[in-house]
């Protein structure tokens, strides 16, 4: 009887995690398609739009879609320690958001 159900336990993990992976695949390639068309800038030019703006080190950039619309978000460590949070629109660099732990103070 154990060793029925150690395979279904895995069947049901795999089967939980497939479709995750198929959302994962899916915005790939909305990703791929808006980058072909031209509708997400180069991250390239939009770190140094970021680092000219906000000096300091890029330690983290995401790139994730919101209501259909690609969003880059860095985070750069300024040389006081203190993180910046940016956020970009990818179509056309305008910064969205800032968000710094200056804040607290």
Do not use: C
Request: proline share 4%; no cysteine.
């Amino acid at each position: 009887m154990l060793n029925r159900l150690i395979p279904l336990a895995l069947l049901s993990a795999i089967l939980a995690a497939a479709p995750q992976a198929h959302a994962d695949d899916d915005h790939l390639d909305r990703l791929r398609d808006a980058v072909s068309r031209g509708e997400v800038m180069p991250l390239s030019k939009l770190q140094d739009e970021v680092r000219r703006a906000f000096p300091g080190e890029i330690i983290k950039v995401e790139l994730d879609e919101d209501d259909d619309r690609f969003i880059y978000e860095f985070k750069v460590l300024k040389a006081n320690g203190r993180l910046v949070e940016i956020e970009m629109d990818a179509k056309d660099g305008r910064v969205l958001d800032v968000d710094t732990d200056d804040d607290d103070d």
